[in-house]
């Protein structure tokens, strides 16, 4: 049996909420909308910042290895940011995708009752309410590096070994190697061991981070 609360009505809204929900829909889409472009701003920093560094060092003999690694930094930053971005789209995803699911798609099949098994009133309205954002920093960075930045981050780091392989005199022994990736007072092992950990760390948050959100088409 199924209980009157927990049916949509479409027929018992007020026509003015109709107008309501039309314009809110357009407003939640254009933010969204936004924010995606803010993803593939950041995206595209990564990717051109990443390309102009490395062309510049393999391009030009004398340049030292230590720019592939502020490269490598700059990455990180902008991955940082990303996920920042990422959370508030997924927020706003979150809500249109409620409103497309279960009040668009009812209404444009003409349907007028529909059992409310996901209480879509209930979570649209707790999204206003709560001042946190469901997706946590720590997810989000984990959707971004899986999405875009476990490619990047491997292509720096073997930039960066073939660089310090030639660079400033060919290494054809790890301790050569390590002479080699040495920056300023700071010794090369531990540069390389940094830098290879870093990346190890960023595989291990992308694949074992705890993944909560539903929508698996986010981008």
Do not use: C
């Amino acid at each position: 049996m199924v209980d009157d609360a927990d049916v949509l009505d479409l027929e018992s809204m007020p026509e003015s909420y109709y107008g309501f929900i039309y314009h809110y829909y357009r407003a939640e889409v254009y933010r969204e909308t936004n924010w995606r472009n803010r993803l593939d701003i950041t995206t595209n920093w990564s990717i051109v910042v990443t390309a102009a560094m490395l062309s510049f060092v393999f391009s030009n003999p004398s340049a030292p290895h230590s720019i592939i690694l502020i490269n490598y930094i700059f990455v990180w930053f902008f991955l940082y940011v990303e996920s920042r971005r990422f959370r508030y789209y997924s927020l706003l995803r979150e809500r249109t995708r409620i409103i497309e699911k279960q009040l668009l798609s009812q209404i444009i099949l003409g349907k007028t009752g529909k059992l409310n098994v996901n209480k879509w009133r209930e979570r649209l309205a707790s999204s206003f309410m709560n001042l946190k954002v469901p997706m946590s920093r720590m997810e989000s960075v984990a959707w971004r590096l899986r999405r875009n930045y476990l490619i990047i981050f491997p292509v720096i780091f073997l930039s960066w070994l073939g660089r310090i392989q030639s660079y400033p005199v060919p290494a054809l022994s790890a301790g050569r190697l390590f002479l080699n990736a040495r920056v300023w007072f700071v010794p090369g092992e531990v540069v390389f061991y940094l830098f290879m950990v870093s990346v190890i760390i960023a595989i291990i948050l992308a694949f074992y981070i705890p993944i909560k959100s539903r929508h698996s088409d986010l981008p």
